[in-house]
C-alpha cells in the first residue's frame, strides 16, 4: 500500500502561513504589552486635573490640586509641607530687574490666552501616549541624558569640586561664562530668547542657568531657562523648563514635572510650555528674567520675570546643593550624539544659531 506524500510546495505555503499567523499574534501581544506600560506611566504622570486647558499649540494644561502633584509621589517628600516663599522674594520688586535696552521683557506662556488655574492649583503640562511613543526609551522618558560613564570611577573632585568632566559632558557642546568659589546661594540673569533649528530627533537645544556641587563620583545640578526638545515636547517651540540631577542624570532628576521632585506653587505659569514671543534678527529682542535662590532651610527658589516664584527644588533631594554650589554656569548647551565625533557635527543651533561677533539683535546674549 502505497504511503500518502504532502505535496513540497502545498507544506511550504502552510508552513509560511503558520510563521505569519505566529508573528501576528506575538506582534500583537507586543503591542498590548506596550500599550498597558504607557497606560501604566501616563497614569502615574498625570495627576487628576480640577480644569484642564486646551492651549493653541496643542498642549493640555491640567490644574491639578497643589497637593496632588508629582513632587508628593516621591519617598522622602511622603510628609512634606509646602514652604512658605522666603520673604526675600516676597519682597522682590519686578522693577529692580534692570531690563537690557531696546528688548522687552513682555514675555508670556501660549496657554495663558485659553484660561487659567483656579486658586491652590498648579498648572501641568499633560503628558499624552504620543510623547511616550515619540521617548527613545519609555524608562528614561523626560530624563536628561547621562553626562558619562558609570564605569568612569574616581573623578577626582578637587577644591572646588570641579574638573574637566564636571563641566565639559558626554555628547554636549556648550558655550558658558563658569565661576568657581565656594558658598553660591542664588544667580539670575536676563535670558534672550530665540528659536533655534534642532536637526534630528534626540537633539535638544538649551539657554539656561546651572548651578552645581560636587557629590561623590557625580555632579549635582538644579538648572532652568528654556529649550527646543522636540523629542519630548512633540514640536519645535521654545519652551521655559527646569530640571535637576544627584547623580550626573543617571537615575535622578528630570525635566520639568516628568518626575517626582520639583514642588511646583505658581497658578500662573506651567514648566514645559512655550514661552514668547521670540526674538529674530533686525527686529524686537525679547528677554526673560530667570533667578535661582537659595533658602536658609536648603531649598531652591525658581523665579521668573515679574517676581513669579514658580516653585523650589526641596533640600530632601539634594546633598551638598542643600548648603551652596560650587560652580554657576549661564550659557546654552547642544545635546546631540554627534558632538565630539567625526563629521559632520550637528547643525542643530544653539542660541539664535549665529555666533557671538554678531551681537546684540544676532547673537543670543544674557545680561544683567
Not at 490666552?113 to 483656579?118: A, I, Q, R, T
Not at 556648550?174 to 536676563?190: D, E, K, P
Request: aromatic share 12%; proline share 5%.
Amino acid at each position: 500500500m502505497g504511503k500518502c506524500k504532502v505535496p513540497t510546495l502545498l507544506f511550504e505555503v502552510f508552513f509560511t502561513l503558520c510563521c505569519m499567523l505566529e508573528s501576528q499574534v506575538e506582534a500583537r501581544a507586543s503591542s498590548s504589552s506596550l500599550d498597558r506600560e504607557i497606560e501604566a506611566k501616563l497614569k502615574l504622570l498625570n495627576k487628576p486635573a480640577v480644569k484642564s486647558i486646551k492651549s493653541e499649540d496643542g498642549d493640555i494644561i491640567d490644574c491639578v490640586h497643589i497637593y496632588k502633584q508629582p513632587a508628593f509621589d516621591h519617598p522622602a517628600l511622603k510628609n512634606h509641607t509646602i514652604k512658605p516663599i522666603p520673604s526675600f522674594l516676597l519682597d522682590y520688586e519686578p522693577s529692580s530687574v534692570r531690563g537690557t535696552p531696546n528688548a522687552s521683557s513682555q514675555v508670556f506662556q501660549l496657554w495663558q490666552k485659553s484660561g487659567s488655574c483656579p486658586k491652590d492649583t498648579v498648572p501641568i503640562r499633560r503628558i499624552q501616549k504620543k510623547d511616550l511613543l515619540r521617548a527613545s526609551s519609555l524608562e528614561r522618558f523626560g530624563q536628561k541624558p547621562k553626562a558619562y560613564s558609570t564605569n568612569k570611577k574616581n573623578h577626582n573632585f578637587t577644591i572646588l569640586g570641579v574638573t574637566d568632566d564636571y563641566v565639559n559632558l558626554q555628547n554636549r557642546s556648550v558655550s558658558h561664562l563658569s565661576t568657581y568659589g565656594f558658598n553660591f546661594i542664588g544667580a539670575s540673569a536676563n535670558i534672550n530668547i530665540w528659536n533655534p533649528k534642532v536637526e534630528k530627533k534626540g537633539e535638544f537645544t538649551t539657554a539656561q542657568i546651572i548651578l552645581k556641587a560636587s557629590n561623590g563620583d557625580f555632579f549635582e545640578s538644579i538648572e532652568a531657562g528654556w529649550m527646543v526638545h522636540p523629542e519630548l515636547y512633540g514640536d519645535s517651540n521654545s519652551r521655559l523648563f527646569a530640571a535637576w540631577t544627584r547623580d550626573s542624570y543617571h537615575t535622578t532628576g528630570c525635566f520639568d514635572l516628568t518626575c517626582k521632585g520639583f514642588v511646583h506653587v505658581a497658578s500662573s505659569t506651567a514648566l514645559g510650555a512655550s514661552v514668547g514671543p521670540y526674538s529674530s534678527r533686525f527686529n524686537q529682542q525679547y528677554e526673560i528674567n530667570i533667578g535661582i535662590y537659595w533658602d536658609e532651610d536648603g531649598n531652591w527658589w525658581l523665579n521668573i520675570k515679574n517676581g513669579t516664584v514658580i516653585g523650589y527644588w526641596p533640600a530632601e533631594l539634594l546633598g551638598n546643593l542643600r548648603h551652596s554650589a560650587t560652580v554657576v554656569q549661564w550659557g546654552g548647551q547642544v545635546y546631540s550624539d554627534k558632538v565630539k565625533k567625526a563629521p559632520p557635527h550637528t547643525s542643530t543651533q544653539m542660541g539664535s544659531g549665529d555666533s557671538a561677533d554678531g551681537r546684540f539683535g544676532f547673537a543670543c546674549y544674557m545680561s544683567n
